[in-house]
């Protein structure tokens, strides 16, 4: 599996970014699929996870402040962040799910001035 991810970038705090997430291959082959983070000198932490059913699960840090969504004809998954804070800083990973296994792309890096 290829997860290519893009969208990240420099933003003010306050501003929005969207990253998307293209997977080389189905989507609803995956049990979830979603976004970590790793802000440096700290461990990879969860975002937000959409399951196959488009469910969503958010970190409580984002909870409110970001969306993910998930489209299966384009075997994509975005995630609109809004809000950004300086906290927000990292270099975020998109990820593919399945039960015993997980798939990651590159990152991107986002970077939220104050």
């Known amino acids: 599996v290829q997860l290519q991810a893009s969208g990240g970038g420099l933003v003010e705090a306050g501003g929005s970014l969207r990253l998307s997430c293209t997977n080389s291959?189905?989507?609803?082959?995956?049990?979830?699929m979603g976004w970590y983070r790793q802000a440096p000198g700290k461990s990879r932490e969860m975002v937000a996870l959409?399951?196959?059913?488009?469910?969503?699960n958010y970190a409580g840090s984002v909870e409110g402040r970001f969306a993910i969504s998930r489209d299966s004809a384009k075997n994509m998954v975005d995630l609109q962040m809004n809000n950004l804070e300086p906290e927000d800083t990292a270099v975020y990973y998109c990820s593919a799910i399945l039960i015993g296994k997980q798939y990651w792309g590159q990152g991107t890096l986002v970077t939220v001035s104050s």
């Open positions: 291959k189905s989507i609803d082959s995956y049990n979830a």
């Open positions: 959409i399951d196959r059913g488009g469910r969503p």
